[in-house]
């Protein structure tokens, strides 16, 4: 089926699809607000949405030839940002697991009983367990694994300053949650 005119997009696809990069571009910056929007709705997160949305670029660039033309380009875009985004979720909740698991594990390993060792660590792990999954990541790798934050960057594959902002904010929840602790009982 021949593609149908896109009045939004004049003839980008076809030069796209010709090689003109300068055309892709072009269909970057008329939807990168579009794809960014929905990439962040999926993560929540704004270093992960602009990774989506790169992403989403990128795999549109690479499959632009799959392309029909019977929907609108940015329709098209927005189905490749959605399913990225699903597939980031299903990561992300095997990833919670994994390390819901890995916890449970190593605290057992800690405590004969199979419980926490006491209540400090007990309110500890509670505190960490309400983190969101990549500040909680951070924190286990800068503090309890004695990684530098360019260490602790390639493990969680994302740049020292992610790290940083993730280990600043993951700092300022925990002692939001553990209000009342004196550091002497650490």
Request: aromatic share 8%; hydrophobic share 40%; glycine share 4%.
């Amino acid at each position: 089926m021949a593609r149908m005119a896109q009045p939004d997009e004049p003839n980008w696809i076809q030069n796209s699809l010709a090689g003109d990069t300068e055309a892709y571009a072009a269909i970057v910056k008329e939807h990168q607000k579009m794809v960014h929007a929905v990439a962040f709705r999926m993560t929540g997160s704004l270093a992960d949405a602009e990774d989506l949305t790169q992403e989403t670029f990128l795999r549109a660039f690479r499959q632009i030839d799959s392309f029909r033309g019977e929907s609108k380009f940015s329709t098209w875009l927005c189905q490749i940002a959605v399913n990225l985004g699903l597939n980031w979720c299903a990561r992300e909740n095997r990833r919670d697991d994994i390390h819901s698991e890995w916890a449970a594990d190593a605290i057992s390993e800690n405590d004969s009983r199979g419980g926490f060792p006491d209540e400090l660590s007990r309110r500890v792990q509670n505190a960490l367990d309400k983190l969101p999954a990549k500040q909680r990541a951070a924190i286990v790798l800068t503090i309890y694994e004695n990684q530098t934050h360019a260490e602790a960057a390639k493990t969680l594959n994302c740049t020292e300053a992610t790290v940083s902002w993730r280990v600043f904010t993951a700092r300022q929840k925990l002692k939001r949650l553990l209000k009342g602790i004196s550091h002497e009982q650490f």
